[in-house]
């Protein structure tokens, strides 16, 4: 029996052995197998989340197939892991990759010709409403934790680097839909003072090759060009899908780039505060939450008791009604996002008009409109909510979802 | 719209689809097919947008229409392949598999699939030979090298198992196939942490799947400390149940005229374990499930 077959043997008795599969991975890169090699490097870096020795084996490994800049961007990660080797070969491409000067794009000459102003697409800007914390209700808790991590160190890095408190990277806010998500992203933005650029998935994908890849690496280099700004992308597990659960070469590649802009490999990326937002974060690519990266990670949950009783009060101003109990109702309505109590509320309109419309007589919105409502609608946040619920009981273990499963034991979910 | 335009639409309801964003590629598809309604691209493309949610009915229908209009659509016919296959028809999706393998006859994959659908009619000699010719064209093909697997797994050949399964690792470490034939062969061991590990691994790929939910709700219940006392019996199953009445009654015949009070009090606890293992494996399942 050969070592490899030995090795083999026991990883399939012995699947969580680490040492054993990064012995097998180097032996697959040994073997010129470097394909194989990666993804057994990339089981290594799930398996020792934090250690340097799987992201120096899938650079090498990436090296190996040609893929300097992911290579470059891996090895950069693994730099500032405990358990870092210098690699030579590495070294070398980095310094030369260091020697380009001012920002550059990746991905250029794709359809032919660099990209010069007239190239770069064009972004959606955000309306001239200044959104900020005060003007979102429910989320007085979020906006400080926020303030803390996200805002202050954007306009104060200063000091935070006087404590050597970590920044820069990106954020990431996730949660069940019609929760604020975007309209918190938008307030992050004027708080900070920075212009905002809103992504969606139609602004990057393009089927065409290569095509994708250069509107993402365009958008960045608008956002670097128009610093201080934040750079939104809605929506992010489309854009940078798992490349495990992908099953196309394009969706691959696609999130490489990203990975490559968000590293900024030769290029500045200071001044640029990338958010993104998603419903389905165990959808987006692991890469994408490891440090420098999408490292912070903000849970969105649905409105407290008290954020609901507050939206309901403001989204029946003016609206006649006759002793609603707004805070009985708020009570009633838990797990509900704003847009479900939109729809709650249009719900229970549309039955006080009928009846007006039938009696010919006009009455005031009543407890008897909230109660029938009620009845008929359910929190769309639930099916999110017990999605998360199987990843926090099984799969939560490595405090990813922390702020999920407070959320969930205070709804008794869990 | 021009033939690149079409070929653009198509890949990109592709990439969207690819992405979960079905609602997106079908309006895609809605705009394209207003003004191609006969474009048996379009239409095989929403059927496979329709079964990917699965609206079965929908996509079996949309389907036929296409291969009403392009009855050689290799696409059209591999997902008709599927709904026989989901529906049970095992026939007639035996004849469009082999169909397609007349089309195709060096595609790994027809023959993997071919072996799979053998495999759901319990022939498994079929279904390893079907599974051995597609390996001599793709040595990597995941759907082949799963089936032999599936295959040494009923036919309990465990040295042949550890070699196929061994494969499906190396050439898909990550795929959920290649998981879930891991889980069984680690439960098939006896190894029933190491399978909960791996469960624990599909449900953080895809929480939403309620199956593998379950799976893992059943393997934490049987990795439980108050399992432990009857690991001989999930690990050995009827013969070490056997076994231990067998050897308790013999101890217990052995002590009844030496030491009758001890030789009550070991029936008593062999009687005790017995109800055990009947009693609290699916207690616990329902309280696991519940919490």
Known sequence: MTQRDEIERRLLSQPFDADTRMQYARLLLEANEAETA????????????????????????????????EALSRYAQARAMPGFEIDEDLERIESQARRRTGPQLSVISGGGGDLGPSNVISLQRAPEERVRFADIIGVDALAQTIRLKIIEPFLNPGLFQRFRKQTGGGILLYGPPGCGKTMIARAVANECNAEFLSVGIADVLNMWIGESERNLAA???????????VLFFDEIDALAYARSKAHSEHTRTVVNEFLAQLDGIGRDNRGVLVLAATNMPWDVDPAMK???RFSRQIFVSPPDADGRRKMLEIKLEGVPQDGLDLAAIAQRTH?????????????????????ALVNGKERPLGRGDFDAALSEVRPSTLDWLRTARNLVRYAGDDDSYRDVEAYLKKSKML | MSDASLQAILAEV???????????????????LRQFPNNADLLVQSAWTDYADDRNDAALATVRQALAYAPDHEAGRQLLFELQLDKGKLADAEDIIVELLRDHPSSAAYYGKYAGLMLRAAQLPRARALAEEGLKHDADDGACLAAQTLCDFIEQRPGVTSHSLQQLLVRHPQSQRSLLLLLMALQDRGDDQGAFQIARELVRADPGREDFAQLAAQLQAATHWSMRPLWPLRRWGWG????IWLVGMAVMRAMAPVTPVVAV???????????????????????????
Request: glycine share 10%; aromatic share 8%; charged share 25%.
């Open chain 1, 38 to 69: 990666l993804a057994q490097f990339d089981l290594v870096c799930q398996q020792q989340a934090g250690q340097a020795v799987g992201h120096l084996g899938a650079a090498r490994a990436l090296h190996g197939l040609g893929r300097h800049a």
């Open chain 1, 335 to 355: 797990n509900f996002s704003g847009a479900d109590l939109d729809g709650l509320i249009e719900l229970a309109k549309e039955k006080a008009l009928r009846d």
């Open chain 1, 290 to 292: 490891r440090p420098g």
């Open chain 1, 219 to 229: 958008l960045f280099e608008k956002a670097r060009s128009r610093a201080p700004c």
């Open chain 2, 14 to 32: 592709r990439g969207l689809r690819e992405r979960r964003r079905t609602a997106q590629a079908r309006s895609r598809l809605q705009d394209a």
């Open chain 2, 265 to 291: 009090v070991f029936g008593g606890c062999i009687i005790t374990y017995a109800i055990y293992s009947w009693v609290w494996p699916p207690l616990l399942r329902r309280w696991m499930a519940r919490t």
């Open chain 2, 240 to 243: 070490a149940s056997m076994a």
